[in-house]
């Protein structure tokens, strides 16, 4: 760029405008954005480079009793103390989607905690599975919050259920009125630990998962882990799965506690045990819950938008997509990462980056939270198909997170190699296999 004919210029506001100030020429008075505006000319014309930085402000809320009517935190708890001011000045009016289960399940405490606030209020049930993520049910979505009207700058959309009804609502949110805030209340430990605290949201399109999508987090996540009491044992292991890769990939002190308490964990679903020496020490399933959530906040909050692609929370996400998709609906989100981190890891050991004793380990642990460890789909034709995928949508570089121990990785960038891919695969079936009919 030739500087000659180059100049950066600043915005500031004055008296309600918004002008350009060069960079010498600054001044103290008015309001200053911290967008630029970059001009280049040359003789074949002008060219602006506009540079406008985005912020995101969100809150992830871990607190009990949110369908109590004496709790604020539904209505109030994405807000600061002064926006709840101006906030409870007005009548408030609220837009609920909820899962259909969930609905069955908690549809009458919902309503209440409406009604006793005196909330002008629309709860839409939908059935939000995997098979049914899908534009069709952002349009639902989107139709029923038209007929409703809401501000879309102070009356945010709640989700109310599991991962697909958050990434769903996530994205009728991000188009409606090109961005209007929601709340995500979890309802599964999956979307607990995992959709419920980043930014994605998205649809299944054209045979492939999240094909379609946004990056826009919500206003706020409240975590209430008391919804897992009415969970089957086998959604709290699929929870497991993802707690179990931050595990693995940063933090051996929640291995230890998966390792040591997953039976108890899995069996009181994931609810404050009583073992504990005294009120003040933490006990297990909420230091592991605590933990799950520091750690994946740790991995997404500076990368949000995904710019850099060297993710560690992509472990056990190679696999894992083409397998779900395949055998929908057979197999649970956590059940397929987990399948795939399982392969990983003997592709790891294979690599010599893992020992003996730290596979079986972290297999034995798998398997300790009644995870599947192999499945009959997961052929090493659709384990080739994968990685050439992923490849070929990273930027020309596998980007594949390997474990190196435990609460060690490494992130691999070229394709591995077909003797150690072959090697890999017959072991983990040779060994694995015969755990099939954990599989439900």
């Avoid at 109590?68 to 001011?85: M, V």
């Avoid at 300790?368 to 930027?395: I, N």
Wanted: net charge negative; proline share 4%; charged share 25%.
């Amino acid at each position: 760029m030739n500087s000659d004919n180059s100049h950066l210029f600043n915005l500031v506001q004055v008296k309600g405008t918004w002008i350009r100030q060069n960079e010498q020429d600054r001044v103290q008075e008015g309001k200053w954005s911290d967008a630029k505006i970059y001009e280049d000319k040359s003789k074949h014309g002008v060219s602006w480079t506009v540079v406008s930085p985005v912020v995101f402000t969100y809150r992830v809320v871990q607190c009990q009793n949110i369908l109590d009517p004496e709790n604020d935190t539904l209505l109030w708890g994405h807000l600061g103390s002064h926006q709840r001011a101006v906030g409870k000045s007005k009548p408030i009016k609220r837009f609920v989607v909820i899962d259909e289960t969930v609905n069955r399940l908690y549809g009458s405490q919902v309503t209440r905690y409406f009604e006793a606030r005196k909330v002008i209020h629309k709860i839409l049930p939908l059935p939000t599975t995997e098979e049914n993520k899908s534009m069709e049910l952002v349009t639902a979505i989107l139709e029923a919050v038209h007929q409703f009207g809401i501000d879309r700058r102070s009356e945010p959309i709640i989700a109310i259920g599991g991962g697909v009804c958050l990434d769903v609502v996530g994205l009728a949110a991000s188009l409606y009125r090109r961005r209007t805030p929601y709340i995500r209340v979890p309802t599964t430990l999956l979307s607990y630990v995992d959709a419920s605290v980043g930014a994605k949201t998205g649809v299944n399109f054209a045979g492939g998962k999240n094909k379609l999508g946004s990056y826009v987090p919500p206003a706020a996540t409240f975590l209430d882990c008391a919804f897992f009491q009415t969970l089957p044992q086998r959604q709290i292991s699929n929870g497991l799965a993802e707690m179990l890769k931050m595990a693995l990939m940063k933090h051996r002190g929640l291995f230890r506690l998966l390792e040591a308490n997953g039976k108890e964990l899995l069996f009181a679903k994931m609810q404050p045990l009583e073992s504990r020496e005294s009120s003040e020490q933490e006990d297990a399933a909420s230091a592991a819950r605590r933990i799950a959530i520091e750690t994946m906040l740790e991995e997404l909050a500076p990368n949000l938008w995904e710019d850099d692609l060297d993710r560690l929370v992509d472990f056990g996400h190679l696999i894992s997509p083409e397998l779900e998709m395949r055998v929908l609906p057979t197999l649970l989100h956590g059940e397929a990462v987990n399948i795939d981190m399982s392969f990983m890891v003997y592709v790891a050991h294979t690599k010599g980056l893992l020992t003996a004793d730290e596979k079986d380990r972290i297999l034995a642990c798998m398997l300790g939270l009644q995870l599947p460890v192999w499945h009959q789909d997961c052929t090493l034709a659709l384990v080739q198909k994968s990685l050439q995928e992923r490849m070929r949508h990273s930027a020309g570089s596998l980007r594949m997170p390997l474990p190196t121990g435990i609460e060690k990785v490494e992130i691999f960038h070229d394709m591995i190699e077909d003797g150690v891919l072959h090697q890999a695969y017959q072991r983990w079936t040779d060994e694995l296999s015969c755990h099939s009919e954990q599989q439900t």
